[in-house]
């Protein structure tokens, strides 16, 4: 069974995507911390990111970097926080958080709450970044 990551690679679920190559997606979380709060996965599902190959998993890291510099072009922030979890979804994903002080990387915090226009405006602004890196 696919996991609800796949689907949303795939179309079956909507998202909304800020990045995309051939190996990898981006989109943001729809329970974000932050504006702006992005998840980065591979395309191939792999549950547990230290199993992912070693080239893939440099790409992966490459390609988040990249998605993390588009984001910092367009949310105000000191830093984009990565934050690896792996336990919520058996996808492997990179949290890619804009945030101006540690706390504000606290899953424990509430989440923002955003509207469809809020983050369609955030997605493309974002997409648009990271197109013209």
């Known amino acids: 069974m696919a996991t609800i990551f ?21 989109f943001l979380d729809i329970n974000p911390l932050a504006r702006g709060h ?16 070693n080239e893939l998993y440099k790409e992966l890291f490459t390609f988040a970097k990249t998605v993390g510099k588009a984001i910092e072009r367009v949310i105000p922030c000191k830093r984009i926080g990565i934050i690896v979890f792996g336990l919520d979804v058996p996808h492997a994903h990179i949290h890619l958080i804009p945030i ?6 606290s899953f424990d915090s ?4 955003l509207d469809k226009e809020e983050f369609e405006e955030i997605a493309a602004k974002i997409q648009k970044a990271f197109q013209d890196a």
Do not use: C
């Open 6 to 26: 796949s689907r949303i690679v795939e179309g079956e679920i909507p998202s909304y995507k800020v990045a995309e190559s051939k190996d990898f997606y981006a």
């Open 38 to 53: 992005t998840l980065v996965i591979p395309k191939k599902e792999v549950d547990y990111i230290f199993d992912i190959e």
């Open 100 to 105: 101006n002080k540690s706390s504000d990387m």
């Open 110 to 113: 509430p989440k923002l709450s």
